[in-house]
């Protein structure tokens, strides 16, 4: 599900996890316990990519429509808990997006350090508001701190997927490159990363990321029950419902 190879201090995290990567409860069990592992190991930077065709499509809503309530409470859990673990991640973390990043996928690669991305055939987004679930507060900080200011509300509310050159100019990603060399540059830029004092990387880290962290912390003594008690929603099943039904089958 998440295979992890290790050459010269840097770790390469693959997610394959059927086609597309789709993220449910064993998902994101195996990614948070992956970066856990890397997290202790002796690795000085982690490279984390998608299969052949796709980063990650996002949350596997088939699998939300196929479950009960009990599940969407489980997931919704282990989705926050995947999301602050990249977030945390003490070491530098670079995503190589070898396909196309949708939704939860796009959370993942924008949660890393240095984002890399192919300069065609690949599209980024995040359509939460049109499948019609809310962000929980970690994937909102997340895509804050990321996208340029002025067009955060244009890429929340928009709720659609971008081409590699608006990505690259909205702050989706930080760099492009083409497709045959996306992998061989994404390992450069975590060597480099890996070059620093570890120490040094990781209290710079903490402060970049501090204002996010506050904000976090915040949510979850205000708001952010009732983004729980909304995705475990027969509300939400039936938003999620049309989504699939009207968008995906079609």
């Not at 299969?51 to 596997?60: H, I, M, P, T, Y």
């Not at 509300?153 to 060399?181: K, M, R, Y």
Request: with cysteine; aromatic share 6%; charged share 20%.
């Amino acid at each position: 599900m998440i295979d992890s190879k290790t050459e010269n201090g840097i770790c390469q995290l693959n997610m394959n996890h059927g086609k597309v990567n789709a993220m449910d409860l064993e998902f994101n069990t195996a990614l948070v316990e992956q970066l856990q592992i890397q997290a202790r190991s002796a690795c000085k930077a982690v490279v984390i990519t998608g299969n052949a065709r796709v980063f990650s499509a996002g949350v596997d809503l088939a699998r939300v429509l196929e479950e009960d309530g009990h599940y969407m409470a489980i997931f919704f859990d282990s989705l926050v808990r995947l999301f602050e673990e990249l977030f945390h991640f003490r070491k530098p973390l670079i995503a190589a997006v070898n396909g196309h990043a949708i939704a939860g996928g796009c959370v993942i690669a924008a949660a890393c350090d240095h984002r890399l991305m192919p300069d065609e055939g690949v599209r980024i987004g995040i359509p939460e508001l049109q499948v019609g679930v809310p962000f929980p507060a970690v994937a909102m900080e997340i895509m804050r701190r990321v996208v340029d200011p002025k067009r955060l509300p244009q890429v929340v509310f928009g709720a659609g997927v971008h081409t590699s050159e608006q990505a690259l100019e909205w702050g989706l990603v930080d760099e492009l490159t083409s497709a045959n060399q996306l992998l061989d540059r994404a390992l450069a830029v975590a060597k480099d990363y890996a070059g620093l004092s570890a120490d040094v990387f990781l209290v710079t880290k903490q402060q970049l990321r501090q204002p996010a962290l506050q904000r976090i912390e915040n949510a979850q003594s205000g708001y952010e029950a009732n983004v729980r008690r909304m995705w475990t929603s027969e509300a939400i099943r039936a938003s999620i419902q049309r989504y699939v039904e009207t968008t995906l089958r079609k």
